[in-house]
């Protein structure tokens, strides 16, 4: 009689003299067989600002620069330029689209369309008038399998202001959601679960936490009444926050009788500096990313590599990364010669920074295969080429076993909805939205 191995333990350890290692995901550790069914389905997003380097279609001198391909195609057929030569490792397992965008930004200045990326909302009068971001619809539906709906990172953390968010994700009225940008932090926020306490103390923190947000929640009733128009929004804004907080301390809760698992720090980089390693400051967070997927912690994250219009740390990345003499922001509006090799460069520096991190998914694996086949990477930028908020650049990455058919540019006309590739990305993950932004239709993939 023929007897099935028994799976060794996912949290087995190498133990040495004083020493203990976790190892990765091992196919020992698998059962006799793991249900397809029920594979992660995982989505991130990461966003580069300021749109790309775009010759014209008849500058032959600067073609290689250019951020699309020269023609569309499938297949072989597609010929990565110089700005997106990092992603050939991974070109059976990409597809660019061009040619879309949200119609309620088209008239924007390019910069302004930032907000709008994953919203598809209405910035063009007065009032900010936004919409949930897609993450956030993918969350409603991946985060009940994981410890945290979202994650929300960037590389200057809080929201900012519009037209110079520093987030991408907004909650169901629009909101902006704070993103969270010190590595550090991070790690030590999601990936010590216990705070280094018992439960039972984990347990009388986080109820102490709930009552404070319970009693706000209960004050501001009693204050909205006084308020005016202005200041009702502020406090719905706080409150949507304190919301926000209430709804993880629950989930806390819930997950607190189950560990996480052990986590390995070894070579993530916890204090890079943004000013002095720009690539560094990247991959360190592309590296929690990983690290975040592979615990499961979450399905779902959005990055934004940098802020519009010259703001915050990224601005000055061109000159600290290659040297250059001007900021990201003025090389996007720079009209001299030569200037479309600036750009170009510092674009293939920016796929660089993504090849990394498409990498490190396609070496770590857990019981399903792959990080990179169970996660779909969405790269690409609110804005074509100076202040243009049409034609949007973007590239598909990953998600074999969601169904993702890759190796085609697909071109498509001005008018095409850029939300239709939003929507696609959502029910590959298996989220079945009727709509997100101004989809018209459920894009294949």
């Known amino acids: 009689m023929h007897l099935a191995r028994r799976p060794l333990p996912r949290r087995t350890l190498l133990k040495g003299t004083g020493v203990a290692a976790a190892l990765p995901w091992l196919e020992a550790m698998a059962g006799p067989r793991v249900a397809r069914a029920d594979a ?10 300021n749109g790309c380097s775009l010759p014209g279609r008849g500058d032959e001198d600067n073609a290689h620069w250019r951020w699309f391909p020269k023609t569309p195609g499938a297949g072989e057929a597609i010929e990565f330029t110089d700005v997106l030569a990092p992603l050939e490792p991974f070109k059976g397992e990409t597809s660019l689209y061009g040619g879309r965008s949200h119609p309620k930004s088209r ?36 985060g009940a399998h994981t410890r945290v709906p979202s994650l929300t990172l960037s590389t200057d ?17 629009g909101r902006p959601i704070p993103s969270e940008h010190r590595q550090r932090a991070i790690f030590e926020r999601y990936f010590a679960p216990s705070g280094g306490t018992t439960t039972d103390e984990r347990r009388s923190a986080l109820a102490r936490g709930k009552r404070v947000v319970d009693l706000v929640l209960e004050d501001s009733k009693r204050l909205r009444a ?121 674009d293939r520096w920016f796929a660089e920074q993504f090849a990394y991190f498409l990498g490190r998914l396609a070496e770590e694996r857990d019981a399903h295969g792959r990080l990179l086949d169970s996660t779909l990477c969405v790269y690409g930028s609110a804005c074509s080429t100076t202040h243009n908020a049409r034609n949007y650049p973007t590239a598909l990455v990953g998600g074999r076993s969601l169904g993702v058919r890759h190796g085609a540019y697909r071109e498509s006309s001005s008018e095409a909805p850029f939300g239709d590739v939003l929507l696609g ?9 009727d709509a997100v932004a101004d989809s018209a239709e459920v894009l294949e993939l």
């Open 40 to 49: 992660p389905r995982r989505l991130v997003y990461v966003y580069f600002p």
């Open 107 to 142: 008239a924007l200045l390019g910069h302004l369309a930032g907000d709008t990326w994953l919203t598809g909302g209405d910035l063009r009068g007065a009032r900010y008038d936004n919409r949930v971001s897609v993450d956030q619809v993918a969350a409603r539906t991946l």
């Open 157 to 173: 953390g809080g929201v900012g202001y519009k037209s110079r968010v520093s987030t991408l994700s907004f909650d169901g009225l």
């Open 226 to 346: 006084r308020l005016g128009a202005a200041d009702t929004d502020k406090l719905d804004e706080y409150l949507a926050a304190l919301a926000r907080l209430e709804n993880q301390i629950e989930r806390n809760e819930a997950w607190l009788e189950k560990p996480l698992g052990p986590v390995d720090a070894a070579g993530l980089q916890l204090d890079p500096n943004p000013r002095t390693g720009p690539a560094e400051h990247l991959r360190a967070t592309f590296d929690l990313i990983v690290l975040a997927l592979r615990t499961d912690l979450t399905r779902v994250v959005t990055y934004m590599m940098g802020r519009e219009d010259g703001m915050g740390f990224a601005d000055a990345f061109p000159k600290i990364a290659l040297g250059m003499k001007k900021g990201h922001h003025t090389i996007s509006h720079d009209t001299v010669e030569g200037h479309w090799a600036e750009w170009g460069a510092f």
């Open 425 to 433: 990305t959502l029910w590959a993950a298996g989220v079945r939205a």
